[in-house]
Each structure stands twice: as structure tokens, then as C-alpha cells.
């Protein structure tokens, strides 16, 4: 009997926890094998379509088309492509100055909150477009293209960095006000440590944004513009018909959109996968 129960209270090894490192292996390869099949087939799709109607290349261009196209064009969007990226990545670094440094101000008091943003909000809600226009009268067409990316990524910075030193642990900070921590040091070494999670999500936000407040300021400079970017080729191809180039250049708007958002995300996943829940993967 008490070997029978000996034997019952030891650990059962069945083997049930060796399949976990392929389980966690196999669902990454569905995560990144899955998106990419049905992109696939759906260019497949879209490429049969063309050929068995007989759709002429100035109306939809077949995938085949598009690609040829962007290798034969290359020279000429790639450069449209580094003008619209500088102007992508200079107003999203002007955003994250901004948006952050706004964002700590109105942490430091309601006052100074209440005060200021409504400001911000009427940034958010007024279309970019719209004011565009009056940004060419104002400012050179370079600064008003830059200064429209900036206005359409700027607020996804400041509330979700506003958000998440808004949402610190309140014990944590009666801890640190229980020790005679200073508002700085509480800031520092508590409330942008809480806030990181938000902030890259904003990030991933306004990286996207940045991308399209360019194209959109550039479409609205039109010719009065520097007349280099990927929006200018996309209304130049318009013009001429050109229809594959223009298919081309938003081909690489689309590109450049999604490396923007895993560029973040990978960069979220560095700065927090050691610690944050929301970065870590879950232990089965």
C-alpha cells in the first residue's frame, strides 16, 4: 500500500510538456505563413482576372505589369521614395519631441492640462487637408508639406503618452511619495517606465499617419510643390496615363507603410519584451 501511494504522489512526465516549444513554433509559422498565402492567392487572383478578361493595362494593370514596372522605374521612385521618407521621418521625430514633451507638461498639473488641450484636439479633429492650403500661403511648400505630417502625427503621441502617466499604479507612486521621491525622480524611474506601452502604441499610430499626412500635403502642393515625392508621381502618372507607374507608386506607399509599423513594433518589443506583459509571450 504505501508503495502504491509512493508511486502516486511522484510527478507524471507523459510527455505532455514537450510539444510546447513546436506548438509556440508552428503558431509563429502559421502567424507569418497564413497572412502571406492569402496575399498570394489574392494576387493570383487578380492576375488570372486580368489575363482571362483582357483588361488593358491603363485601366487595372496586372500584378505581373506593376512589378515590371517598378523594376523599370526604379531610379525615378526610388528617389520620390527617399523625398517622401525624410518627410515622413523628420515630422514623426518632431511628433515624438512634441507630442512627449506636451505630454510631461500636462502631467505636471490639471491646470496646465485644462488649458492646453483643447489645443491639441482641434489638431486632431480639423482635416489635414483642409488646412493644407493655407499652409502653402503661409509657409515654402517644403515646410508646409512637413508641418501637415507633423499636425496628423502629432496627437496619437501626445494621448497615449498623456494616457499612460495618467494610468501609473497608484500604489507604486504612494510608495515613492512614502519615501520622499521628487516629482522627477517619480517621473524618471516610474511613470515613463509605465508609460513606454503607450507610447510605442502611439508610435505604431503615428508612424502610419506621418506617412500618409506627407502623401496628402504633397497632393495638395501639387505643382507648387517640390514636385519629387511619391505623391507627385502618382499625380503625374495620372496625367499622362501612365496607369501601371502610378499602381507602382502605391505599391511602394503600401511597402513603405507596413515596414514603418513593423519597424516599431520590433522596436516595442526590444524596449519592453523582458518585462511588460503586453510584449512577453504568455507561458503555457
Not at 511613470?191 to 508610435?203: D, E, I
Request: contains cysteine; glycine residues 8%; neutral net charge.
Amino acid at each position: 500500500m504505501s508503495g502504491d501511494r509512493s508511486t502516486s504522489l511522484q510527478p507524471r512526465n507523459d510527455g505532455a510538456g514537450q510539444g510546447e516549444p513546436d506548438d509556440s513554433r508552428s503558431g509563429k509559422l502559421i502567424d507569418v505563413g497564413l497572412p502571406i498565402i492569402v496575399f498570394a492567392l489574392f494576387l493570383l487572383l487578380w492576375e488570372t482576372v486580368v489575363e482571362l478578361a483582357r483588361i488593358p493595362p491603363y485601366i487595372l494593370p496586372a500584378p505581373s505589369v506593376i512589378l515590371a514596372t517598378l523594376i523599370k522605374d526604379w531610379p525615378l521612385l526610388s528617389a520620390s521614395l527617399m523625398v517622401t521618407l525624410t518627410i515622413t521621418f523628420e515630422a514623426l521625430a518632431l511628433a515624438v519631441v512634441g507630442g512627449v514633451g506636451l505630454a510631461i507638461l500636462l502631467a505636471q498639473s490639471r491646470w496646465i492640462e485644462r488649458a492646453f488641450l483643447p489645443f491639441a484636439i482641434i489638431l486632431q479633429v480639423t482635416p489635414v487637408i483642409a488646412i493644407a492650403p493655407l499652409l502653402l500661403v503661409w509657409l515654402e511648400p517644403s515646410t508646409a508639406v512637413l508641418v501637415c505630417a507633423f499636425i496628423v502625427a502629432f496627437f496619437p503621441i501626445l494621448s497615449n503618452t498623456a494616457l499612460g502617466l495618467a494610468s501609473t499604479d497608484h500604489n507604486l507612486l504612494d510608495l515613492f511619495e512614502l519615501y520622499r521621491a521628487s516629482r522627477w525622480k517619480q517621473l524618471i524611474w516610474l511613470r515613463l517606465p509605465a508609460a513606454l506601452p503607450y507610447f510605442f502604441s502611439g508610435l505604431r499610430i503615428a508612424g502610419g499617419l506621418a506617412l500618409i499626412g506627407a502623401i496628402v500635403a504633397e497632393l495638395a502642393a501639387g505643382a507648387a510643390g517640390q514636385g519629387t515625392g511619391l505623391a507627385f508621381r502618382i499625380t503625374e502618372a495620372g496625367f499622362r496615363l501612365n496607369i501601371p507607374r502610378m499602381f507602382a507608386a502605391l505599391t511602394l506607399i503600401s511597402l513603405t507603410g507596413i515596414a514603418i509599423y513593423a519597424l516599431f513594433t520590433v522596436l516595442s518589443h526590444v524596449f519592453l519584451g523582458r518585462w511588460h506583459d503586453s510584449a512577453r509571450e504568455r507561458e503555457r
